[in-house]
């Protein structure tokens, strides 16, 4: 009797605990999608009144160096290449890091571009695997290409660092070499840091969408859809979501969690001195930004990291479970790796709302919610074999947070379509809008159990390195 | 399963409230989606309709400005006959259509000159356009009000200076800059006053914006840029006078840039030794060797690019000191560099110093020396 009661006892605090937990999430959703939509529309009222081409012939613009590590893109590389080279920027160079390629990247690229070794004074001002040579081109058609050869770091963070010392210029845009790039990137993610008035941005980040039906020519993508894989296109709703509501939502509270490692502006001396990307990070685009935070606050910086909804580059989707899911145990692996490496900073008034916004939100929305929703999984099973369900309340409530992702899921497809109508026809946004209503059935366990399996990989240690993706490249448009 | 309102009342309250979140939820939903279908619908109707009505302003102008002889030959706008009634279409009784018209005068009148850019801004006034724009400047919304400012410049209509001063210290950037941008176009005696009154700092974009505006305006008067440098209290305006320097190379501010050395603001100080060593003052060389010591790092670096730049050759055992002494990386690289641009007068030196240095001191030399690698 006794042991019956003290279950209930400690069910009955579980239920609690989940319900005000459910709660308090579901009020930062609703925040967040009104805290976006201020965003948004002040970006897009702005941008009517910020003419690129002013800067594209000032003198005053700022260089950017574009920075791409490359591992074994043989396949596409040089079209890659030669995307980036179309970039529309008064000032900037491009770095292709060859992380020690067992293909021929490296031959395809002094053959096409006419690269000769050089010799570069590199400073190694962070710590990488030893550099074998710098290339560049004899051609003045290429001078803003250079290429670092070195050997493998195994890890696409010791590349990028790579390519920060050799750098010339106070900012960087680091990107991956298959991803396709709008060619007014710099332009765009510059003005942020331009036209901040009274903080440094340490770091600028875009949206980033799904490349898979897109089409491209020559490296230009020439008509956007959304992907036409059920896989791909749960992941361009989430990019949506996480981007146009969340991202853009942060950026109005100066609390961006993260900056994108497809895309990102950042400031290379912050980040120099924040000591560079991290080798041993699954996640080092998110573990590189907080500690330019923290250094930040330490040297009592007074910054910001901006946010910009438009889309800027597009990426290729995993379409297998098989990808997708290394792909998204990397990721939670890097979530866990991050809070552990940064835990002092958790409720940590020094770091301001790093340390008491989100810090806080990484770790019980972001880290925990698999778990919770793990053991939610386990204890409903649990309570329908012994046949303790209350079967009309928990429909209702199942109902309501089902009815409640969509709704937000779909407001962030709304404030998307509002400001920019990416797609051209109704009918591919009527395609994209059915979406949510399958992901919480289909996509979403997926995502708590790859989540799972990463934070297991975690805690036991398990060796695995940043893998090969398995592209299948994009679509070319068709001849006129 | 019945739920009537009795069972809602007497329902838990995690239940009620779920209740109440469905039904937010399911209308935030529709409304949603109710939203983007107007949205498209009604980008699709305005885009369908300009579509329909920009070839009749074309032709319209084409037929009466554009393609008029008189006004091609040059003969004064006022000389010739403008049949303002053609354009009086019902449409433009629209505001849409009206500011259709606004955008496609301001587009010609961006890409023609002379009679023929008079002649559009004839008739933007006699079609009363300008009365459009002078109203929206009065509206409480900063974008009505900067959608006018670029709507009055670009047809050059005169706006008086109680009107755009205050709004070049207004606290939204984008309505700031537009009128900043107004001031210098139009403004006829003193287009650079408002570098007196600004309290706001000039963001690096502010500056990009009216460089732009400075440097292709026509006809504008461009003043001493050394009455900011020595008086301005904000730093930014200083900053920016000293690129203007450089850019109109103007020799006589630099007494006014040399006293700026001695400002405590180290940014400043190195914006002003990047200054001189563009304008190439040899006379400054001296001064800028002897503060090196006392400077911190983006001054040194600044005053070895200076060096390279003024490229006497009065100074090659200095650079060769740094060069050979210094700890700083950046600082034996710009020290080689400014060495490579005084080669004519350290051939010698540089050739020894390609075979004595160390072997990261050589490397940064033929870095230097490479005409591949640029930075």
Known sequence: MESTSIWETLARIYENTVFVYGSVLLITYALLAIFSMISVRTYAKKDNFNQDITLLGSPLAPGITVLAPAFNEGMTIISNVRSLLTLNYPKFEIIIVNDGSTDNSLQQMIHEFDLIKVDFAYNAKIQTQPVRGIYKSTNQAYAKLMVIDKVNGKSKADASNAAINAAAYNYFVCTDVDCILDKNTLLELIKPVMQEENKKVIATGATLRIANSCEFDEGVMTRMRP??????????????????????????LNCVPNVSGGLGLFDKEVAIRSGGYDHSSFGEDMELMTRMCRYSYDNKINYAIRYIPKTLCWTEAPVTVKVFNRQRTRWSRGLAQLMTAHFGMFMNPRYGR????????????????????????????????LGLINWPTAIILLFFVYTYSVMITTLAILWDQLTFRYYKTWQEVVYLCMTPFMEFFLYHPLIVIFAMRGYFYFLTGKKSTWGNMQRRGFKTAAAK | MEFSFYEFRYAPLSIQIAFIFIVVAITCTIIAYLSILRGRYKAYRHEKKLASL??????????????????????????????VEVFRLPVFEHRWAREALIDRLIHYRNNVRGSMGEQLRNLYIQLNLDKDSLKKMKSHKWDKKVQALAELTNMNMSIADVTILPLTNSNNRELRAAARHAYIKLSKNEPFKFFDVVTEPLLLWDQVELFKIISTTEHIAIPNFAQWITYSSNKTIVSFCLKLVVHYNQLSAVHAVIKLLDTKDHYLRGDAINCLGKLKIEDVQEKLIHMYNSQPLNCRLEVLKALGRISSGKHVGFLRQEFLHSTDFEVRKHAAKSLIKNAWAAKGLIQELIDTATLENKLILKHCMNPLIKF
């Open chain 1, 227 to 252: 992907p036409k894989e059920l896989l791909a296109r749960f992941q361009e709703v989430e990019y949506i979501r996480a981007f146009v509501l969340g991202k853009m939502g942060w950026s109005l």
């Open chain 2, 54 to 83: 920009h070839p009749v302003i074309d032709n319209l102008l084409m037929e009466h400005i554009l393609l008029n002889v008189e006004l091609a030959n040059d003969t004064p706008a006022e000389q010739v006959q403008l049949p």
């Open chain 1, 354 to 385: 790093m340390g008491l916004i989100i810090f806080p939100y990484n770790f019980f929305f972001e880290l925990l919610a698999p778990m919770i929703e793990f053991t939610g999984i386990i204890y409903y099973i649990v309570m329908t074999c």
